[in-house]
């Protein structure tokens, strides 16, 4: 799920004042102005974006199956094979990665992996 609260402090502390908390499931409080359900593909999609931006550490592979009960290097195989070729990525025993060269371009790479 995701959600955004109220902008305004003032309006932020009101709404949790003078509004019951039990009226609303978890994680939504009354300071929450609108929320959306987010897609197990959508997820998935912002997972592989988010992952690859950790520039040291990469996306964990493990991590990604274990959420999603799928292996990154299986669904996305070509793609992966494709830009370890090219130099853009690297894949360890326990994460992928972008290469000091596929840092410059990484939007792409992250499209093509997504």
């Known amino acids: 799920m995701r959600y955004e609260v109220e902008r305004s402090p003032h309006r932020?502390?009101?709404?949790?004042?003078?509004?019951?908390?039990?009226?609303?499931p978890f994680p939504l409080?009354?300071?929450?102005?609108?929320?959306q359900h987010v897609s197990e593909e959508d997820e998935r999609e912002e997972t592989i974006m988010m992952g690859m931006r950790?520039?040291?550490d990469g996306l964990s592979l493990a991590e990604?199956?274990?959420?999603?009960?799928v292996s990154l290097l299986e669904i996305r195989?070509?793609?992966?094979e494709r830009l370890v070729g090219l130099g853009m990525?690297?894949?360890t025993d326990s994460a992928i990665r972008l290469t000091e060269s596929g840092r410059f371009v990484s939007n792409l790479v992250?499209?093509?992996?997504i």
């Not at 932020?12 to 609303?24: F, M, V």
């Not at 409080?29 to 929320?35: F, K, L, N, R």
């Not at 195989?77 to 992966?80: L, M, R």
């Not at 992250?110 to 992996?113: A, S």
Request: glycine share 2%; hydrophobic share 40%; net charge negative.
């Open 29 to 35: 409080t009354p300071a929450v102005s609108s929320y």
């Open 77 to 80: 195989a070509k793609e992966i």
């Open 12 to 24: 932020y502390i009101k709404a949790l004042e003078n509004t019951s908390h039990s009226d609303h």
């Open 110 to 113: 992250i499209r093509d992996l």
């Open 54 to 56: 950790l520039l040291q």
């Open 89 to 91: 990525v690297e894949v």
């Open 64 to 69: 990604f199956d274990s959420r999603f009960g």
